[in-house]
């Protein structure tokens, strides 16, 4: 079974995706997760980000366990490398490049340990349209923006990391702009895809409404 979950930064699609593995054991891809390997290799590398040529050639190089390695990294998660992670995804090259490390986790999906999964949860911007168009079920996860700018500075504070709000508001509106402007792969809902909008529900009612979806689908 592949399930998509696409959605806006901070949207809940993390939280959302991790509870149906379990409950599905199911493996989990985190596509932004090679987006901000990349945007982490340019600033550990000193690189300016504008730079296409080299955003693509550390795309090119970037494995799925050297993504593993640079996601314990400080910054992988910190709002800098969100942002890098957001320059770099609007290239169409450095998509093509990371295109196929994300398919092939599906023909052969395994769990953290190395464990074979039947299944994977794909969580992005573009899994239903363009990683895995031919998913079982898709959704898309969405929220206003000032729901969605405080879950992600409250995640900040309970991990101890510095946050401003009006700060973190910003980065959220940029970012959905750049996901939502670019031309390659923009981020839009999949036409078979079920938009669920979060900006009222709590994590425990979305997934019942998400899960009740799959069960339905998989009679
Ligand atoms: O989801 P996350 O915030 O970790 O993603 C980091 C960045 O990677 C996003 O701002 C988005 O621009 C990009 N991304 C993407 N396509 C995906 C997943 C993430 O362009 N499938």
Redesign the pocket.
């Known amino acids: 079974m592949i399930i998509t979950i ?1 959605g806006p ?2 949207a809940g ?2 939280t959302l995706s991790q509870k149906l593995a379990d409950r599905y054991c199911l493996a989990y891809f ?7 390997a990349v ?1 982490l290799l340019m600033l550990k590398g000193g690189r300016d980000l504008k730079n296409v040529l080299v955003a693509e050639s550390e795309a090119e190089e970037l494995t799925y366990s050297k993504m593993i390695e640079l996601s314990t990294d400080k910054d992988f ?1 910190s709002a800098k490398g ?1 942002q890098a ?2 320059i770099i ?2 290239y169409p090259g450095v ?1 093509a490049r990371l295109l196929s490390m ?1 398919q092939d986790f599906a023909k052969n999906p395994v769990f953290e340990d190395g464990r074979p999964a039947k299944g994977v949860i794909y ?5 239903g349209t363009v ?1 895995c168009p031919q998913a079982d079920v898709k959704f898309f996860i969405t929220a206003k923006p000032e729901v969605r700018a405080k879950r992600r500075y409250d995640e900040f504070i309970k991990k101890g990391m510095k946050a401003d709000y009006e700060e973190v508001l910003r980065d959220v509106k940029q ?1 959905d702009e ?2 939502a402007t ?1 031309k390659d ?1 923009p ?1 839009k809902p999949a036409e078979d895809a079920i938009i669920l909008d979060t900006s009222e529900m709590d994590i425990e009612a979305v997934f019942e409404k998400a899960a009740a979806i799959i069960e339905k689908k998989l009679k």
């Open positions: 696409d930064a901070a699609k993390g985190d596509t932004g997760m090679v987006y901000r945007g998660r969100g992670a957001s995804s609007g998509r994300q969580d992005g911007r573009d899994t990683v970012r750049r996901d670019r792969a981020m």
